[in-house]
């Protein structure tokens, strides 16, 4: 969800005209965050919110827009666990193997999108072993 929350700021940044539907998504999902953000965070969703729901969004709107376009999407990232509708705590059982929770991991992390608003930096894919490998001038794993 998150992911089509960014692409959206994205996209109105540069549109002359938002259509009801996309202010209402916005809306809607930043009210999802509006209560849990810290008091530095809270102006630029709060700002957001205030633009979406004004009826008129012209260059002065636009440039606003634009200046919270960077911080809001920080913030949408860091709080990314909150627009998860699905529940992500892990059964736990005592008898597991550590095969058994490379497996669950690894399940995970297919599931991750990589963009540029969600990179994975110094991770690759090792095609040999079928595994993800951190590879960095400090670390190598």
Same mark, same amino acid.
């Given at each position: 969800? *998150?992911?089509?929350?960014? /692409?959206?700021?994205?996209?109105?940044?540069?549109?002359?005209?938002?259509?009801?539907? @996309?202010?209402?998504? $916005?809306? !809607?999902?930043? @009210?999802? $965050?509006?209560?849990?953000?810290? /008091?530095? @965070?809270? %102006?630029?969703?709060?700002?957001?919110?205030?633009?979406?729901?004004?009826? !008129?969004?012209?260059? +002065?709107?636009?440039?606003?827009?634009? !200046?919270?376009?960077? %911080?809001? $999407?920080?913030? $949408?990232?860091?709080?990314?666990?909150?627009?998860?509708?699905?529940?992500?705590?892990? *059964?736990?059982? /005592?008898?597991?193997?550590? @095969?058994?929770?490379?497996?669950?991991?690894? +399940?995970?992390?297919?599931?991750?999108?990589?963009?540029?608003?969600? %990179?994975?930096?110094?991770?690759?894919?090792?095609?040999?072993?079928?595994?993800?490998?951190?590879?960095?001038?400090?670390?190598?794993?």
């Amino acid at each position: 969800m *998150t992911t089509k929350l960014i /692409d959206t700021i994205n996209i109105i940044s540069t549109l002359k005209y938002i259509k009801k539907p @996309e202010k209402t998504f $916005i809306i !809607e999902q930043l @009210e999802v $965050i509006k209560d849990t953000v810290d /008091d530095k @965070e809270s %102006p630029f969703i709060k700002t957001l919110i205030k633009l979406m729901s004004g009826s !008129e969004y012209k260059a +002065a709107e636009k440039n606003k827009l634009n !200046e919270l376009k960077e %911080p809001l $999407i920080k913030i $949408i990232n860091k709080y990314e666990e909150h627009f998860n509708n699905k529940n992500n705590d892990d *059964t736990i059982d /005592d008898n597991v193997t550590i @095969e058994d929770v490379s497996a669950l991991l690894d +399940a995970k992390i297919s599931s991750y999108k990589f963009s540029e608003h969600n %990179p994975m930096n110094y991770v690759t894919w090792k095609e040999s072993k079928k595994k993800y490998r951190v590879e960095n001038n400090d670390i190598d794993t």
